[in-house]
Nanobody, 125 residues
Framework: QVQLVESGGGLVQAGGSLRLSCAAS????????MGWFRQAPGKAREAVAA????????RYADSVKGRFTISRDNAKNTVYLQMTSLKPEDTAVYYC??????????????????WGQGTQVTVSS
């Protein structure tokens, strides 16, 4: 499995922006599709965005379309989540995850077998 470490979370006002980063190590990064998930208190973990192994294809949850952008830099073994127009309902712990099955880009939690420790994002109203 690949090791993942997220960073970039914090406190931001509604309407603001944040960029999350997830650094990977231990395996060949380009052998994985990557995803971002989030979990708010008392709620299930949900998929936010996913990107395929070479960055050519992306998918987003309806709740973040047009506001969030996922990208990756395989030379730096890093995946990013640019978040704009943040809302209080975006408050959650954000996790990056790796899916070794690169032939299909999914957002199903069960397909991702490596997870980071999470980074807190808090959006104040």
């Amino acid at each position: 499995q690949v090791q993942l470490v997220e960073s970039g979370g914090g406190l931001v006002q509604a309407g603001g922006s944040l960029r999350l980063s997830c650094a990977a190590s231990g395996r060949t990064f380009s052998n994985y599709n990557m995803g971002w998930f989030r979990q708010a208190p008392g709620k299930a973990r949900e998929a936010v965005a996913a990107i395929n192994w070479r960055g050519a294809s992306t998918r987003y949850a309806d709740s973040v379309k047009g506001r969030f952008t996922i990208s990756r830099d395989n030379a730096k073994n890093t995946v990013y989540l640019q978040m704009t127009s943040l809302k209080p309902e975006d408050t959650a712990v954000y996790y990056c995850a790796a899916d070794p099955s690169i032939w299909t880009l999914t957002m199903r939690r069960a397909d991702f077998n490596s997870w980071g420790q999470g980074t807190q994002v808090t959006v104040s109203s």
